[in-house]
């Protein structure tokens, strides 16, 4: 089956690094998506990755290995704002997302 | 307008009601989604639609019936709906279904069903 893995709920500190590492499992693999949703609002995109390596965009930045199913989000100097929800997605082999149910990050001054 | 906006943002409704969702996209995109979130799940995937033909229908029960007159507009009707139907409606638009950086799917702010 389909599967993707998350912690269900991270806390840090403001000014902080944090690292929201997700795995998954898909029949086939057209990249990997993250998203940040915060409460009652849309996912919003954050980054797309299909290659192996680091991308980064500005305080955030995705790393993904394909051979080991694993990628994570990076997130620097945490702000009160980034309090959310991060959704980690797999793009499988006809085209449909598959969703976890994504990491509550509480940020604490 | 911009982006995906959804209609109405909240809605109350009976069992025995029928109401319909609406979703507009001005991004020019060829596909739109139809998605529900529940509480601490993942997103469920329900309607697919690419350049107006529905592509999948993820065993959704037949209260639920989506319509999508043109590419930017997506319909999602609702009948005899049941309590644990209540979620966040979501819909999205993607530039196509094709793999990709142009399959990121935009979402629209929700409708927040309550069906009691």
């Known amino acids: 089956g389909q599967n993707i893995d998350q912690p269900t709920e991270m806390t840090a500190t403001e000014g902080a690094i944090v690292q929201i590492n997700c795995t998954y499992q898909t029949s086939g693999f057209n990249g990997l998506f993250w998203y940040q949703q915060h409460a009652g609002e849309a996912p919003t995109f954050l980054s797309y990755?299909?290659l192996d390596g680091l991308e980064e965009k500005g305080r955030f930045s995705s790393f993904l290995s394909r051979s080991k199913g694993y990628s994570y989000l990076l997130l620097k100097e945490l702000q009160m704002k980034d309090s959310a929800s991060y959704l980690c997605a797999s793009m499988d082999s006809n085209y449909q997302l598959i969703w976890g149910a994504g990491t509550k990050l509480i940020i604490k001054p | 307008e911009t982006g995906v906006t959804q209609t109405p943002r909240h809605l109350v409704m009976g069992m025995t009601n029928k109401k319909s969702l609406k979703c507009e996209q001005h991004l020019g995109h060829n596909a739109m989604y139809w998605y529900k979130q529940s509480a601490k799940k993942p997103l469920e995937l329900m309607f697919v639609y690419n350049f107006k033909e529905q592509t999948e229908n993820n065993s959704v029960p037949s209260r639920f019936s989506p319509e999508c007159p043109n590419s930017s507009h997506l319909f999602l009707h609702l009948h005899t709906l049941q309590p644990e139907d209540s979620a966040l409606y979501l819909c999205?638009?993607?530039?196509?279904?094709?793999?990709?950086?142009?399959?990121?799917?935009?979402f629209g702010p929700g409708t927040r069903l309550t069906v009691l």
């Open positions: 999205a638009s993607s530039q196509d279904r094709a793999g990709g950086p142009t399959d990121t799917q935009y």
């Open positions: 990755n299909v």
